[in-house]
Nanobody
Framework: QVQLVESGGDLVRPGGSLRLSCAAS????????MGWYRQAPGHRELIAAI??????TYADSVKGGFTISRDNAKNAVYLQMNSLKPEDTAVYYC??????????????WGQGTQVTVSS
């Protein structure tokens, strides 16, 4: 099984920046896609995703302010968040579309990290 652990959430003032990190561990064979979501009422909102070859996608609400990146050697994904606003306050979750050795691909989730934007 793949385990994901997020870090980097904090209290930050409006206009500030944070970088979230997510490290995957376990008997990983491959990770096709890694992404970041945040909790909205009734669902988790996709913020950004990145494939193993570096292709990215972003939610319209965060284009221009957030940047996703990866380090395949470390099985890690990062989210650089700039110009943060109070409405960005949420629990942010890392996920991975990954394959464990001898098993098909599946979706894995971290436990989340709290981002609070407040003056």
């Amino acid at each position: 099984q793949v385990q994901l652990v997020e870090s980097g959430g904090d209290l930050v003032r409006p206009g500030g920046s944070l970088r979230l990190s997510c490290a995957a561990s376990g008997s990983i064979f491959s990770i096709a896609v890694m992404g970041w979501y945040r909790q909205a009422p009734g669902h988790r909102e996709l913020i950004a995703a990145i494939t193993s070859d570096g292709s990215t996608t972003y939610a319209d609400s965060v284009k221009g302010g957030f940047t996703i990146s990866r380090d395949n050697a470390k099985n890690a994904v990062y989210l650089q968040m700039n110009s943060l606003k109070p409405e960005d306050t949420a629990v942010y979750y890392c996920n991975a579309d990954a394959r464990v050795q001898l098993t098909p691909r599946d979706i894995y989730w971290g436990q989340g990290t709290q981002v609070t934007v407040s003056s």
